[in-house]
């Protein structure tokens, strides 16, 4: 098991973007939170397997129809704590 720290940057918040991280990410049976930061960036923090992961970072790259990401910050560490499924922080 591996984790993925990302921030998301762009027209991310107000446009679904939590949702769509947490319906992909539990999908992937990926476990961890997705929040909203005061900066307009979203951040993600995941738990998986790599390949599920990197499927995921892929989509957070796009996002949801009405988001526009214009660029996304992630990092690859060891897991940093214990979670039960994919919550979305507020």
Same mark, same amino acid.
């Given at each position: 098991m591996t984790e993925l720290?990302? $921030? $998301?940057h762009g027209c991310v918040q107000l446009v679904m973007f939590r949702? !769509? =991280?947490q319906r992909r990410a539990t &999908?992937? &049976?990926a476990v961890g939170t997705v929040q *909203? +930061?005061?900066?307009?960036?979203v951040e993600v =923090? /995941? @738990?998986g397997e790599r /390949?599920? +992961?990197? *499927?995921?970072? @892929?989509a957070l790259h796009k996002g949801p129809i009405l988001a526009h990401v214009d660029r996304v910050e992630s990092e690859w560490r060891a897991p940093t704590g214990t979670f039960?499924? !994919?919550c979305i922080a507020y």
């Open positions: 720290h990302a $921030i $998301i949702d !769509f =991280v &999908k992937l &049976k *909203n +930061l005061s900066d307009g960036t =923090v /995941a @738990q /390949a599920a +992961l990197e *499927n995921l970072l @892929q039960a499924d !994919f």
